[in-house]
């Protein structure tokens, strides 16, 4: 039996021809700025994202980092989504490494609200911290891969831009809210004076995200990413990776978002309270009192289907679908899912054309 792995995105293993793709680049030294490979994905990355430069870094993570050190100084607050990534999975990184104190806000569906934004922000006085930046998330990945509503992103933006706070986003999957919503990434991130996006996830390269912004952003951010010990030698074999990703691993984005789709109404089927699905992340509630997110991760596992919890929320499961996910193996899913479902006596809908007792 196949093990079918919807833990993560970023499970993914480099397909053949990103293989060959890797094992042919140009290399040279990048902490001198001299490999060839990196330069064209950070070049690529810039014309992609209509930016002046792009520094490509290890992780995700660091690039968030990065961007919350070069755009404020120890003792400023930054706003930002109480489920962000940022503020729950980054390992306190941005008051370790920056000195940064988080100001956490409610944000249904990953929207952080302009009002509440507004009376977030430190007014100027000279014994309170400073307001130094507004971090977003698109798509989110605690929100259940929810995409930015673009005009709610332009309205946020305004309003910090009118305090003169920078808007740094984590992108990590905007690559998922582009071919949702059929526009570039350049359009999406447009209001942001940082993005950070992540090769790792939906796009398939084995390591590596990439930070765009302006160039006097991007050099102060080379000199962070060497700080947080981000510097690499001969890295043009990972980002010859990138750049195959960006060139053939984008418009396929929208076959894992049918899949989800496809997962999402399985499990509304089979009675599972399931969150709205817009790109690849499927968030549902386990809804039985004995029945835990454990035991239905054992289940499912017996019947060859990897998931994982939602942010450690003890009624809520995550399925995220990816290029290594095929249709077949969704199919399997589903059956994993029934049985589960019927081992653990949650109640089945009717078959179709059978009268309820």
Same mark, same amino acid.
């Given at each position: 039996?196949?093990?079918?792995?919807?833990?993560?995105?970023?499970?993914?293993?480099?397909?053949?021809?990103?293989?060959?793709?890797?094992?042919?680049?140009?290399?040279?030294?990048?902490?001198?700025?001299?490999?060839? *490979?990196?330069?064209?994905?950070? =070049?690529?990355?810039?014309?992609?994202?209509?930016?002046?430069?792009?520094?490509?870094?290890?992780?995700?993570?660091?690039?968030?980092?990065?961007?919350?050190?070069?755009?404020?100084?120890?003792?400023?607050?930054?706003?930002?989504?109480?489920?962000?990534?940022?503020?729950?999975? !980054?390992?306190?990184?941005?008051?370790?490494?920056?000195? #940064?104190?988080?100001?956490?806000?409610?944000?249904?569906?990953?929207?952080?609200?302009? =009002?509440?934004?507004?009376?977030?922000?430190?007014?100027?006085?000279?014994?309170?911290?400073?307001?130094?930046?507004?971090?977003?998330?698109? *798509?989110?990945?605690?929100?259940?891969?929810?995409?930015?509503?673009?005009?709610?992103? !332009?309205?946020?933006?305004?309003?910090?831009? !009118?305090?003169?706070?920078?808007?740094?986003?984590?992108?990590?999957?905007?690559?998922?809210?582009?071919?949702?919503?059929?526009?570039?990434?350049?359009?999406?991130? %447009?209001?942001?004076?940082?993005?950070?996006?992540?090769?790792?996830?939906?796009?398939?390269? +084995?390591?590596?995200?990439? #930070?765009?912004?302006?160039?006097?952003?991007?050099?102060?951010?080379?000199?962070?990413?060497?700080?947080?010990?981000?510097?690499?030698?001969?890295?043009?074999?990972?980002?010859?990776?990138?750049?195959?990703?960006?060139?053939?691993?984008?418009? %396929?984005?929208?076959?894992?978002?049918?899949?989800?789709?496809?997962?999402?109404?399985?499990?509304?089927?089979?009675?599972?309270?399931?969150?709205?699905?817009?790109?690849?992340?499927?968030?549902?509630?386990?809804?039985?009192?004995?029945?835990?997110? +454990?035991?239905?991760? !054992?289940?499912?596992?017996?019947?060859?289907? #990897?998931?994982?919890?939602?942010?450690?929320?003890?009624?809520?499961?995550?399925?995220?679908?990816?290029?290594?996910?095929?249709?077949?193996?969704?199919?399997?899913?589903?059956?994993?899912?029934?049985?589960?479902?019927?081992?653990?006596?949650?109640?089945?809908?009717?078959?179709?054309?059978?009268?309820?007792?």
């Amino acid at each position: 039996m196949k093990l079918v792995d919807l833990r993560s995105d970023t499970v993914t293993r480099p397909t053949d021809g990103m293989r060959r793709a890797m094992s042919q680049a140009e290399v040279g030294d990048d902490v001198y700025g001299e490999d060839p *490979t990196v330069n064209r994905l950070q =070049e690529a990355a810039a014309r992609l994202f209509d930016r002046e430069a792009a520094l490509f870094v290890p992780s995700g993570m660091m690039g968030n980092q990065i961007a919350l050190a070069v755009h404020t100084r120890p003792g400023d607050e930054v706003i930002l989504d109480s489920q962000s990534h940022i503020y729950n999975f !980054e390992m306190a990184t941005m008051s370790r490494f920056s000195g #940064l104190l988080a100001r956490p806000l409610d944000a249904p569906r990953g929207v952080l609200p302009v =009002e509440r934004v507004r009376e977030a922000i430190r007014p100027d006085a000279y014994y309170l911290s400073r307001t130094s930046l507004v971090a977003a998330e698109d *798509t989110h990945n605690l929100r259940g891969g929810a995409i930015y509503p673009p005009e709610a992103f !332009e309205s946020l933006a305004r309003v910090a831009h !009118e305090h003169g706070i920078p808007v740094h986003l984590d992108g990590a999957r905007i690559f998922n809210a582009a071919v949702a919503l059929g526009r570039s990434v350049a359009d999406l991130t %447009r209001p942001a004076d940082s993005v950070m996006f992540c090769l790792s996830k939906g796009l398939g390269a +084995p390591i590596g995200s990439v #930070l765009v912004g302006t160039r006097a952003f991007i050099d102060e951010a080379r000199r962070v990413r060497k700080a947080l010990g981000g510097g690499m030698r001969q890295a043009g074999i990972l980002a010859a990776a990138g750049i195959y990703a960006l060139k053939h691993h984008v418009e %396929r984005l929208a076959v894992d978002h049918e899949h989800a789709r496809l997962l999402a109404s399985a499990l509304g089927e089979l009675g599972f309270g399931v969150e709205p699905v817009e790109t690849n992340i499927v968030i549902f509630t386990v809804e039985r009192k004995d029945l835990g997110v +454990p035991e239905l991760q !054992e289940r499912l596992r017996r019947h060859g289907v #990897l998931a994982s919890p939602a942010g450690g929320n003890p009624r809520k499961m995550r399925l995220v679908t990816h290029l290594d996910v095929t249709r077949p193996d969704i199919d399997q899913a589903i059956a994993a899912l029934r049985s589960a479902a019927k081992e653990t006596q949650i109640p089945l809908p009717p078959e179709r054309g059978a009268s309820s007792p």
